[in-house]
């Protein structure tokens, strides 16, 4: 049923190679190997603001620095002295963390082995919609919430608590997912060899999504560690540590933002800003390189389970 | 030679020559000399990891997608080495087309998937139409969809997605259609109606399959190549080499003795 | 007309992609872990001890909504079939009008509410068309090793904190803005509708180069890592030969990518959009750092301005003991609730794995 096509002496001027090169198929190519040198050099609209922020706040904050500076318990509005809201951020974080792995961990893990399909579903979107929510949002529900109904005022404990609301979602989904991504194989074994759900969880699980929870808990920590609104909003300011739980607190992210609002008129506050910037990026990007590491050799350790 | 007068002395339209395919030490092709004739098919058998489908996507020039795969020696399509300096692969995809293992259709309407190789060189919308019916006859799908061509291809049954692969290749009307184990995804009574289709092309065009099923081979093709480890073993008319063939390795593949 | 055998086989059916994770068989109710005869307290136990951690998530996100509407003073309730609002002062009129004034009680959100649109929507479509670019050279025509080098650099931009933004961006890129953009692209630029300069007052473009173009800027730096991530996941998820049929109809590499790829991968791409748009608006303080707040509408593309998550981030120490000075507050991040909660819930239901992404805390 052929038409005239392709009989074998059909002389088809695409059939020559060479000169079948037309002016719109060369005009083809070329877009396309142009395409191949514009495209990546998108990457630099990414690669140059972070690498010029790193490299200016660096830049910034290391010749100031020294380890007086970061120990020093002084008073950080009239000297330059860091210790303070380094430990008190740490208690921040630890504290906050604590109560965001409680929530995440357990929560996680029940929705991957508990929870029906449907039920699951919901209970997941809900932790999308809280790791979704403007931090704005969250600090504004910790005032309402602890400051105001529960009268604790702008208190260290409705910090920490605020906090930990905003990190357990990120907790929760890598629980959630580490328990999920266990073979299924494995997971079909224990249960078909009659382990109790709890056994499994402890003596199968765990040791299997255990790097996975790791690097949740690790990424939850960095965000912790760079929030500003639920701190702010739930926490009046303090140049001690905080002695009690309803004593103010400051927060590293908090001299950042001081800094900003007295960049015209005063120079320490500039440099605190700069040295507490420095010390944040380092945390956050040091979490994440271990994060990224961990996740890589879990990857190669789930993979090695599959056989 | 022009390609014509090439083909018009009974000369091959695509003839391999010492072809070999490196990747890191190994050599997963190693010096195949084979030609291919006008109107024929041609079935590539062998052992799995033989290279079958390594030599099948030599010819169109799509081990380039891979990297760490070198080419060596030539293959020549009426005339002209592919691999030469200055030949388009665009160019070479087009006159050697290839329909892959699983249907590979793309997301949008019957119409606009046949009509894909044809929408990329600018034809008139008439001339698109035509080819396109064209194209689904020669595939043995036309009757089955002529009468809603903007369906989405997913409402397709497998075994006709594949020949929705088949039809879009040939609207491009290439001279040679590669084709690597087309039935493997699709049950028994898909496979036959493709096997049809096949049998159907092979008085028009040139096809090259490759395929893991004897007897398959044995239905459609007039020519069989057994290929073992990176090297062509044997090759010849389809009983001579199914029935009767010289080698011993041959022989031990085709009765089943290895797979 | 052969009907045809072969449409009905359902052996012949292509058989569905599995999803990214494998549904898995739900584990035997946790009754079967109760030890028999344990009555009440094995109940409460089993039952609902595993179950309460893994509500505490939606639990404050109802409790968020809550506790916004009690503050804010909205009354709801049902009639039969029938939801009433009720709708204090703050939604009538006044809460769309621009004139905001809270000693005389006047809370006109419409400024905020515009803003957050005037810089998201941009930020938006900047980062979306960046984050395509960079995809796609990461997944067609990068070499691989390149590939892994540079992707998580764009990664690394989520984890710096908005603040640390909001410093660099108000002190490095600012003064840039101000002291050398603004100058040539009002000079060059004024014939486009919104790019002249705005001599009498409000005065605009000033020398320091904070508002309206800068808040866009740091908005698609931080929209970037979620876009683009999304898009590359999107489009890495093709199967392989779908990508190679395309090219071995005799496309170039960018249409395949352009015809097929992207409608292949266009859910992902999609609800990278939503994401992307989710991240922006909500932003809060590196916007609040670099737009110097103003109240009103701007008057060209230079001009300060407003958003919602900035207003309400840098107005709450001024309402302490003002209770509807508060309520409005409340009132304004309900809105900013729901416009964020519809945009994740549906970018998040067009991807279909589980969770958008493993292991950068989107």
Redesign the interface.
């Known amino acids: 049923?052929?038409?005239a096509?392709?009989s074998?002496?059909?002389?088809?001027p695409?059939?020559?190679?060479?000169r079948?090169?037309t002016l719109?198929?060369?005009w083809?190519?070329g877009f396309d190997k142009s395409m191949g040198y514009l495209l990546p050099l998108l990457f630099l609209v990414a690669l140059i603001p972070i690498i010029d922020l790193v490299w200016y706040i660096s830049s910034q904050a290391i010749p100031t620095l020294s380890w007086q500076v970061l120990t020093s318990y002084g008073n950080y509005q009239s000297q330059d002295a860091l210790g303070v809201p380094i430990v008190t951020t740490f208690l921040f974080v630890t504290l906050a963390t604590t109560i965001a792995v409680c929530i995440g961990l357990f929560g996680g893990i029940a929705t991957a082995e508990f929870l029906s399909d449907q039920t699951a579903a919901w209970v997941r979107t809900s932790a999308n919609l809280l790791a979704g929510m403007p931090s704005v949002i969250v600090g504004y529900f910790g005032y309402f919430l602890f400051c105001l109904y529960f009268g604790w005022g702008l208190s260290f404990v409705a910090g920490v608590f605020t906090l930990s609301f905003f990190m357990c979602p990120y907790v929760f989904r890598t629980a959630d997912l580490a328990f999920t991504s266990v073979p299924r194989h494995i997971r079909e074994a224990a249960y078909g060899s009659g382990t109790k759900p709890v056994q499994y969880i402890l003596k199968v699980g765990t040791p299997i999504a255990f790097p996975q929870i790791l690097t949740g808990v690790f990424l939850a920590m960095a965000i912790g560690v760079g929030e500003t609104a639920p701190i702010i909003l739930t926490v009046s300011p303090s140049v001690l540590v905080p002695t009690g739980l309803l004593s103010p607190a400051t927060y590293l992210t908090y001299l950042i933002y001081t800094g900003w609002e007295n960049a015209a008129t005063s120079h320490l506050a500039l440099v605190i800003a700069y040295q507490a910037a420095f010390i944040i990026i380092v945390t956050v990007l040091a979490l994440n390189v271990v994060v990224r590491v961990v996740a890589a050799w879990y990857r190669k350790r789930l993979a090695g389970l599959y056989q | 030679m022009?390609?014509?007068s090439i083909?018009?002395n009974g000369g091959p339209v695509v003839s391999c020559q010492k072809l070999s395919v490196v990747a890191k030490n190994r050599n997963i092709l190693d010096g195949v000399d084979l030609d291919f004739a006008?109107?024929s098919l041609t079935a590539v058998i062998g052992p799995s990891g033989c290279g079958k489908t390594t030599f099948v996507r030599t010819l169109?020039r799509?081990t380039e997608?891979t990297?760490g795969l070198k080419v060596k020696g030539a293959v020549y399509?009426?005339g002209?080495n592919?691999y030469d300096r200055?030949?388009?692969p665009?160019?070479?995809?087009?006159?050697i087309?290839?329909v892959?293992?699983?249907?590979?259709v793309?997301?949008?309407s019957i119409f606009e998937n046949a009509a894909?190789?044809l929408r990329?060189?600018?034809e008139s919308e008439d001339e698109i139409d035509k080819a396109i019916t064209?194209a689904l006859?020669?595939a043995g799908l036309w009757?089955?969809v002529k009468d809603d061509l903007d369906r989405s291809a997913f409402s397709?049954?497998?075994?006709?997605?594949q020949r929705l692969?088949i039809a879009?290749?040939l609207a491009?009307?290439p001279?040679v259609l590669l084709m690597d184990e087309p039935t493997s995804?699709?049950?028994p009574?898909?496979s036959k109606?493709v096997e049809e289709t096949m049998r159907r092309l092979k008085e028009?065009?040139v096809l090259i399959l490759v395929t893991h099923n004897v007897g398959q081979a044995a239905r459609v093709s007039d020519r069989v190549a057994f290929l073992h480890k990176g090297s062509l073993i044997e090759v010849g008319p389809t009983a001579e080499i199914l029935e009767r063939p010289r080698e011993e390795l041959t022989q031990q593949f085709v009765t089943g003795h290895f797979a | 007309?052969?009907s045809?055998?072969?449409?009905g086989?359902p052996?012949?059916?292509?058989p569905i992609p599995p999803d990214i994770v494998d549904p898995l068989p739900k584990a035997p109710p946790p009754s079967s872990g109760a030890p028999a005869g344990t009555g009440r307290a094995g109940f409460v136990l089993y039952k609902i001890v595993p179950l309460a951690p893994a509500l505490v998530p939606a639990a404050i996100v109802i409790a968020v909504a809550i506790v916004l509407v009690h503050v804010a003073g909205l009354s709801i309730w049902f009639t039969g079939w029938q939801l009433h609002v009720t709708l204090p002062m703050n939604f009538g009129t006044s809460f769309w009008g621009s004139a905001f004034n809270a000693n005389d009680g006047q809370y006109g959100m419409a400024v905020f509410i515009v803003g957050s649109f005037l810089t998201a929507v941009p930020a938006l479509f900047l980062s979306m068309i960046i984050g395509l670019g960079i995809a796609i050279a990461s997944t067609t025509y990068l070499?691989?090793f390149m590939a892994r080098i540079l992707d998580p650099f764009v990664d690394l931009l989520a984890g710096i904190p908005s603040v640390v933004y909001g410093i660099w961006a108000f002190l490095v890129i600012a003064p840039y803005l101000g002291g050398t953009v603004f100058p040539w692209s009002v000079g060059h630029l004024a014939f486009i509708p919104g790019f002249a300069a705005h001599t009498t007052h409000p005065v605009s473009p000033t020398t320091e180069g904070t508002g309206l173009p800068l808040a866009i800027i740091v908005l698609t730096l931080m929209a970037l890592p979620i876009t683009t991530l999304l898009i590359r996941d999107a489009l890495r998820s093709i199967?392989r030969?779908?990508w190679?049929?395309?090219?071995?109809?005799?496309?170039?590499r960018w249409?395949v990518v352009r015809?097929?790829s992207i409608?292949?991968g266009s859910r992902g791409i999609l609800s990278a959009a939503f994401l992307g748009f989710g991240r922006a608006i909500g932003e809060t303080v590196a916007v609040a750092m670099v737009i110097s707040a103003s109240d009103r509408f701007p008057v060209n593309v230079y001009d300060s301005t407003y958003t919602m998550a900035a207003f309400m981030y840098l107005s709450l120490d001024g309402a302490y003991g003002d209770p509807s000075f508060l309520a409005a507050l409340a009132e304004l991040a309900l809105v900013l609730l729901l416009i964020t909660l519809a945009v994740n819930l549906i970018g998040r239901r067009l991807v279909s794995h589980i969770y958008a992404q493993e292991v950068a805390g989107l």
């Open positions: 049923m052929a038409t096509l392709v074998a002496t059909g002389a088809d695409a059939d020559d190679l060479r079948g090169d719109a198929l060369r083809r190519t | 022009s390609g014509e083909v018009s006008p109107r169109n799509m997608l990297s399509y009426l002209q592919i200055g030949i388009n665009v160019l070479v995809r087009r006159r087309g290839m892959f293992q699983r249907p590979t793309f997301p949008m894909f190789g990329l060189i600018h064209e006859q020669r009757d089955e397709l049954s497998g075994g006709q997605q692969c879009r290749a491009v009307r001279r995804a699709l049950d009574i898909a109606r028009e065009i | 007309m052969d045809n055998p072969v449409a086989n052996g012949d059916r292509e070499p691989d199967p030969d779908l190679e049929s395309g090219l071995a109809l005799g496309a170039t249409e015809r097929v409608r292949q």
